[in-house]
């Protein structure tokens, strides 16, 4: 009888065409975000009247709302799959998230366009089911790789999406919420073809309110010791991860005299970077060096890398570390392939709402710690002290190591 890894290679072309799928899904969903990123503020400014500073308050809010609902649906969504399959999960997720922006293309007021920010951080959550998905049909050894592919997609649409939706944008500030819902439902449908189920009948868990919700679905993670560990871990990872959506606009204009274009093109080089790592790289690395060593050795590059931004005092120095920092992309799939060893098959989807709802929190915390230290740093007046952001998010990722370390240790 051949062994997992020979039946992943023999793979029917319909289950290639599935893992394909799931690749364009998340490629596509970080695509539409990106592709909202460059007009949603201006649309929020046009409700306001063209008063900035009160839109840039409204903006916030949307942003905390739509976190927010990464951290309560999440857990849901995974539980939801856990007990009727992927394949339906994903497919009215996409087909929401399609109808969503369709939604807020023809927001009227700005309280529709907050509904339809709401209601996008509900139908994005089910992106925890593209991972478990994965993890049901390749086999352990393998999972850090493909995690590591699915980090790609991720790249690939927040480096595109931004490029092309101020395109449209200029075009018409609307223009790309109608792109983003056709590529959304264009891809629901072409699902409803290939989309094959995942998880067998036989390995799926009771629906649970108990494990459905965030306090119960992170209940989970203190199930044993080294998946407690390792949520700990990414907790800080995404947490430091922050500092960039919080203030990497902001510093490269103040420390560095940086215009809009040359940030786009800094955010492109380190996006294509991380696609590099993650997509080309990540499987070498894991079958040389093993999944806990390369998950150590993408969070020291990436401390490393933080730390060269920190204390970068020309924009020169600050390129340097770009592909340094690109070297931190080996640690999530790396966490992500040794937490799925620790759950039953019925537990992916929770495993994966868990950590989604971490990264929720991150999301919603993260913000306010590194404007308000940008904001403190700079307060005087003084260039240098504009990186204490990022040497604040290189102690968290060295403190993230440490536990890794600890909690990975063999025993």
Do not use: C
Not at 13 to 40: K, Q, S
Not at 141 to 170: C, D, H, N, Q, Y
Not at 342 to 371: C, K, T
Request: cysteine-free; hydrophobic content about 55%; glycine content about 12%.
């Amino acid at each position: 009888m051949p062994d997992a890894s020979e039946a992943a290679n023999a793979a029917p072309p319909m289950r290639r065409a599935a893992l394909a799928f799931i690749f364009v899904t998340v490629m596509l969903d970080m695509l539409a975000l990106g592709m909202i990123i460059p007009v949603l503020p201006k649309l929020v400014e046009r409700f306001m009247g063209g008063n900035t500073a009160a839109a840039a308050e409204v903006f916030g809010l949307f942003n905390t709302a739509w976190a927010l609902m990464q951290f309560l649906f999440s857990p849901l969504i995974g539980a939801l799959s856990d007990r009727f399959g992927r394949r339906p999960v994903v497919l009215l997720s996409n087909f929401g998230l399609g109808l969503d922006y369709v939604l807020m293309a023809l927001a009227p007021t700005l309280p529709w366009l907050f509904v339809g920010r709401v209601i996008s951080g509900i139908t994005t959550a089910s992106i925890s089911t593209a991972y478990a998905y994965v993890a049901d049909v390749t086999p352990p050894e393998r999972r850090a790789k493909s995690f590591g592919i699915l980090g790609a997609a991720f790249g690939m649409g927040f480096v595109l999406g931004p490029a092309l939706g101020g395109v449209l944008g200029a075009i018409e500030p609307r223009l790309p919420f109608w792109v983003a819902a056709a590529f959304s439902l264009v891809n629901a449908l072409y699902g409803l073809f290939v989309l094959p189920e995942s998880l067998s009948p036989d390995k799926r868990g009771a629906f649970a309110w108990s494990r459905a919700n965030p306090l119960g679905a992170l209940k989970l993670l203190r199930s044993h010791a080294e998946l407690f560990g390792l949520a700990a871990t990414n907790f800080l990872v995404n947490l430091s991860h922050v500092v960039f959506p919080s203030v990497f606009v902001l510093y490269a204009g103040y420390r560095y005299g940086w215009d809009e274009q040359m940030v786009g093109l800094t955010m492109a080089a380190f996006g294509v970077s991380s696609m590099i790592v993650q997509a080309g790289l990540v499987g070498p690395v894991v079958n040389r060096f093993g999944e806990r060593r390369a998950l150590l050795i993408g969070l020291m590059f990436g401390t490393i890398g933080l730390t060269m931004f920190g204390l970068a005092s020309i924009g020169v120095e600050f390129i340097i570390g770009l592909p340094v920092m690109a070297l931190w992309g080996f640690a999530g799939p790396a966490a992500q392939g040794l937490m799925t060893r620790r759950v039953s098959p019925a537990e992916q989807g929770q495993l994966q709402g868990a950590n989604n709802s971490i990264m929720g929190i991150a999301n919603l915390v993260g913000p306010g710690v590194f404007s308000l230290t940008f904001a403190y740093a700079i307060a005087g007046g003084n260039a240098t002290l504009a990186g204490a952001p990022f040497l604040l998010s290189a102690a968290m990722l060295l403190g993230s190591a440490a536990l890794a370390w600890h909690a990975t240790r063999p025993r």
